[in-house]
C-alpha cells in the first residue's frame, strides 16, 4: 500500500482540512461532488457513450462512485484491470484497447468477456484470431496521425499509419469481425481540430477499405484543469458531433476519458520541509505523486499557511522533491507567495489522475494520506471541478 487508509475527517474546502490536519504527510484530497459534476457534464455533452478510462486512477472507491453516476463500460488496459472493474461492477462492458498484448493477456481477456479490442498491427490481428477471439467480437483499428496541441503525442508509442489502418480494416472485416476505428489525440489536447482532422481521415481509411464502420472511438486525451481553469470541453463535443458528418453511413460514438474525467476532482497537498532562499524542499516529488511533472508541465500550484491561503507578493521558487536524488525537482520555477516557508504547504490542482496507481515508494518517500472536501475551491461561486 502506498497510501495510508482513508481519512475520516471531512472538511468544506482543502485549507479547512489542512488546518485540521497537521503531520508530515501528504494528503489526496478528494471532492466527491467535482467528480459527480464532471461525469454528469460528459454524459449530458458528448454526443455518444461515455467510457472510462481505469489506467487514469484504478481507486476502487472512484470507479464505484462512477458506476454509481451511470458508467456501464471502461476501457481496461491489462488483466489486473479488468479483474478489478469486475470485482465492482460484474456486468460492465470492458474495451481491452493496449494494442499489443501477450498470448496469455488475449486468454484472459477472452475469459472476462472483453467486447472490443483494439489492433494496430497486422501481427496483432493474427495473434487474436488464433487465440480464438471470436467471430462477430469488435475489433478497433488504432490510427496515428502527426496531429498537434496535446501535451505530448501518442503516436510514438501506438497506432498504424492510414494504409495500414485501411487493409486492417479489410483484413479484420473479411475476417467475420466487427469493425470499428479508434484514435488517441494525445495527453492533455485544448484543440477541437484534432478530434476533426482524426476523423476525417478515419472516414477516408474506412471508404477506401470498403468497409462500414460499427463505431468510432474518439479515444482521451480531453483536456483537465491544470491551470486552476474549467476545461473548454463543449466546443471539443460538438465538433466531434460534427465530425460524424465525413462518413458516408454515420458510426455510433464512443469516448474513453481518464484525465478529463477524474483528475479535477481532487486536489493533492504536499508539505514544506525547508526552505533556502528561492528554493522549496518538500515532503514529496517526482518519484511520489508529482511524477507527471516534468512530462507534462506543472499544474496550478497554491500555498496554504495556517489554514489559510498565502496572498503576499509572489516570487519564483525552485521546487525539489524529499529524495536524495539530484533529479527529484519539479520542473522550472514555480510562483508562490514569497512568505512561504517550513510547515506551510503546496496545493497541487488536478491532482486526481496518474497519481493512484504510479507513486513508488523511492528512498521511504511516496506515502500519502486521504481526504474528503466539499469544495476544492474557496471562492463559491466557481463551479466543483
Same mark, same amino acid.
Not at 197 to 209: E, L
Given at each position: 500500500?502506498?497510501?495510508?487508509?482513508?481519512?475520516?475527517?471531512?472538511?468544506?474546502?482543502?485549507?479547512?482540512?489542512?488546518?485540521?490536519?497537521?503531520?508530515?504527510?501528504?494528503?489526496?484530497?478528494?471532492?466527491?461532488?467535482?467528480?459527480?459534476?464532471?461525469?454528469?457534464?460528459?454524459?449530458?455533452?458528448?454526443?455518444?457513450?461515455?467510457?472510462?478510462?481505469?489506467?487514469?486512477?484504478?481507486?476502487?472507491?472512484?470507479?464505484?462512485?462512477?458506476?454509481?453516476?451511470?458508467?456501464?463500460?471502461?476501457?481496461?488496459?491489462?488483466?489486473?484491470?479488468?479483474?478489478?472493474?469486475?470485482?465492482?461492477?460484474?456486468?460492465?462492458?470492458?474495451?481491452?484497447?493496449?494494442?499489443?498484448?501477450?498470448?496469455?493477456?488475449?486468454?484472459?481477456?477472452?475469459?472476462?468477456?472483453?467486447?472490443?479490442?483494439?489492433?494496430?498491427?497486422?501481427?496483432?490481428?493474427?495473434?487474436?484470431?488464433?487465440?480464438?477471439?471470436?467471430?462477430?467480437?469488435?475489433?478497433?483499428?488504432?490510427?496515428?496521425?502527426?496531429?498537434?496541441?496535446?501535451?505530448?503525442?501518442?503516436?510514438? &508509442?501506438?497506432?498504424?499509419?492510414?494504409?495500414?489502418?485501411?487493409?486492417?480494416?479489410?483484413?479484420?472485416?473479411?475476417?467475420?469481425?466487427?469493425?470499428?476505428?479508434?484514435?488517441?489525440?494525445?495527453?492533455?489536447?485544448?484543440?477541437?481540430?484534432?478530434?476533426?482532422?482524426?476523423?476525417?481521415?478515419?472516414?477516408?481509411?474506412?471508404?477506401?477499405?470498403?468497409?462500414?464502420?460499427?463505431?468510432?472511438?474518439?479515444?482521451?486525451?480531453?483536456?483537465?484543469?491544470?491551470?486552476?481553469?474549467?476545461?473548454?470541453?463543449?466546443?471539443?463535443?460538438?465538433?466531434?458531433?460534427?465530425?460524424?458528418?465525413?462518413?458516408?453511413?454515420?458510426?455510433?460514438?464512443?469516448?474513453?476519458?481518464?484525465?478529463?474525467?477524474?483528475?479535477?476532482?481532487?486536489?493533492?497537498?504536499?508539505?514544506? &520541509?525547508?526552505?533556502?532562499?528561492?528554493?522549496?524542499?518538500?515532503?514529496?516529488?517526482?518519484?511520489?505523486?508529482?511524477?507527471?511533472?516534468?512530462?507534462?508541465?506543472?499544474?496550478?500550484?497554491?500555498?496554504?499557511?495556517?489554514?489559510?491561503?498565502?496572498?503576499?507578493?509572489?516570487?519564483?521558487?525552485?521546487?525539489?522533491?524529499?529524495?536524495?536524488?539530484?533529479?527529484?525537482?519539479?520542473?522550472?520555477?514555480?510562483?508562490?507567495?514569497?512568505?512561504?516557508?517550513?510547515?506551510?504547504?503546496?496545493?497541487?490542482?488536478?491532482?486526481?489522475?496518474?497519481?493512484?496507481?504510479?507513486?513508488?515508494?523511492?528512498?521511504?518517500?511516496?506515502?500519502?494520506?486521504?481526504?474528503?472536501?466539499?469544495?476544492?475551491?474557496?471562492?463559491?461561486?466557481?463551479?466543483?471541478?
Amino acid at each position: 500500500m502506498l497510501h495510508t487508509p482513508i481519512d475520516n475527517v471531512r472538511a468544506d474546502t482543502p485549507e479547512d482540512w489542512l488546518a485540521r490536519h497537521g503531520g508530515e504527510t501528504a494528503v489526496l484530497l478528494h471532492c466527491p461532488g467535482a467528480l459527480a459534476a464532471r461525469h454528469a457534464r460528459f454524459r449530458r455533452g458528448f454526443p455518444g457513450a461515455v467510457t472510462y478510462a481505469v489506467k487514469a486512477n484504478p481507486d476502487a472507491a472512484l470507479i464505484a462512485a462512477l458506476v454509481q453516476g451511470g458508467m456501464t463500460a471502461f476501457d481496461v488496459a491489462s488483466p489486473a484491470e479488468m479483474a478489478l472493474v469486475r470485482g465492482i461492477s460484474p456486468q460492465a462492458v470492458l474495451h481491452y484497447h493496449n494494442p499489443v498484448r501477450s498470448r496469455a493477456e488475449i486468454a484472459a481477456g477472452i475469459a472476462a468477456g472483453v467486447a472490443s479490442w483494439s489492433v494496430d498491427d497486422m501481427g496483432e490481428l493474427d495473434k487474436l484470431v488464433a487465440c480464438g477471439v471470436a467471430p462477430d467480437t469488435e475489433i478497433a483499428v488504432r490510427l496515428k496521425l502527426p496531429v498537434a496541441g496535446a501535451a505530448y503525442d501518442f503516436g510514438a &508509442k501506438f497506432g498504424a499509419e492510414p494504409d495500414l489502418a485501411q487493409a486492417l480494416l479489410a483484413r479484420a472485416a473479411a475476417g467475420g469481425f466487427r469493425v470499428s476505428m479508434t484514435f488517441h489525440v494525445g495527453t492533455q489536447c485544448a484543440d477541437p481540430d484534432a478530434w476533426t482532422a482524426y476523423m476525417q481521415a478515419c472516414a477516408q481509411a474506412a471508404r477506401k477499405a470498403g468497409v462500414r464502420l460499427s463505431r468510432l472511438n474518439v479515444g482521451g486525451g480531453f483536456p483537465s484543469g491544470r491551470d486552476g481553469a474549467e476545461p473548454a470541453l463543449e466546443p471539443i463535443f460538438a465538433a466531434i458531433a460534427g465530425g460524424v458528418s465525413a462518413f458516408d453511413e454515420a458510426p455510433a460514438l464512443v469516448c474513453e476519458p481518464g484525465r478529463a474525467l477524474v483528475a479535477d476532482a481532487m486536489a493533492y497537498a504536499v508539505r514544506i &520541509k525547508a526552505r533556502r532562499g528561492a528554493a522549496l524542499y518538500l515532503s514529496d516529488g517526482i518519484y511520489g505523486g508529482l511524477s507527471e511533472c516534468p512530462s507534462i508541465g506543472m499544474p496550478r500550484v497554491d500555498l496554504v499557511t495556517e489554514g489559510a491561503r498565502a496572498t503576499a507578493a509572489p516570487r519564483p521558487f525552485a521546487l525539489w522533491g524529499p529524495t536524495c536524488d539530484s533529479l527529484d525537482r519539479l520542473p522550472g520555477e514555480t510562483l508562490l507567495p514569497g512568505c512561504a516557508g517550513e510547515g506551510d504547504w503546496l496545493l497541487f490542482r488536478s491532482a486526481g489522475a496518474y497519481l493512484v496507481g504510479v507513486t513508488t515508494c523511492f528512498n521511504g518517500y511516496g506515502t500519502y494520506e486521504r481526504g474528503e472536501v466539499a469544495r476544492l475551491w474557496t471562492d463559491p461561486s466557481r463551479p466543483l471541478g
